[in-house]
């Protein structure tokens, strides 16, 4: 009796446990590709939590920044609304894992264009181009741009970044990198004094500038060239076709130079040429 009871309690788990399997988290999202979900009306998209200007939840939850309007535009093109897309955050070291899951239908996240990327996830785009650059606090006159990154100085950036990347390749014998998961922990190690400077994209680090009311500089020019693009899964020709589209109409129709205005754009002097979209 005892064992027989013991050996239904045991198989009924194992059946509990194979269903949920099947299931697949719940609606089997996770296999449907992203035209399918298009069809359903929804799509989830990847973004940045925490780059201010850029992609950015705010205290209220309401996404706000350059790429998020990205998001929305491509996502309206698609045919679905801004308030059917579900925000996903995307920490850089995580953004081919999460596409390539299909935990997420495209990433818009400050996420440059790379080779090395390229064989794990396709890239609509480029939208944007960035270039490496410092971050410092107002009263540092040490560090006055990349000629500076000598003397052991220690400079934060975020792991699975090109940034950082460019750092360990280039520059590892000059200065001790300080990795960490996202860039607003970088900005506190700056101004709490644990690092020297930050180090990514400009228009990243125009976003914490601005926020910091003067306390933190960037400084020198920038030393590479960061081209954004728009990650989804390897292979949907189809998705990626449609989203080209959609990056050039948002150029043609002045929406493009309008949510740049709307973000990050009075934080970073830049002339703003819309990049050629690259259909490899
Ligand atoms: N654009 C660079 C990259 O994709 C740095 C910015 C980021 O980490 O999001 O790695």
Redesign the pocket.
Known sequence: MRINRTLRLGIGVIAVALAATACGGGSGSETASTADHVKEGKLTIGI?FD?PGLGFRDKDGAYQGYDVEIAKYVAGKLGVQSDKITFKEAP?AQ?ETMIMNGEVDFIV????ITDGRKEKVDFAGPYFV?GQALLVKKENTEITGVESLVGNKKLCS?K????AQNVKDNYAKDVKLVEVDN?SQCIEALRSGSVDAVT??DI?LAGYAGQASGELKLVGNTFTV?K?GIGLKKGDQETRAKINDAIEAMFADGSWQKAFEATIGPLRDSTLTPPAVDRY
Do not use: F, H, L, W
Request: no cysteine.
């Open positions: 940045k780059q850089s953004r996240a400050s996420y440059s960035a975020v699975g970044s090109t940034p860039y990514t994209d990243i960061e954004y």
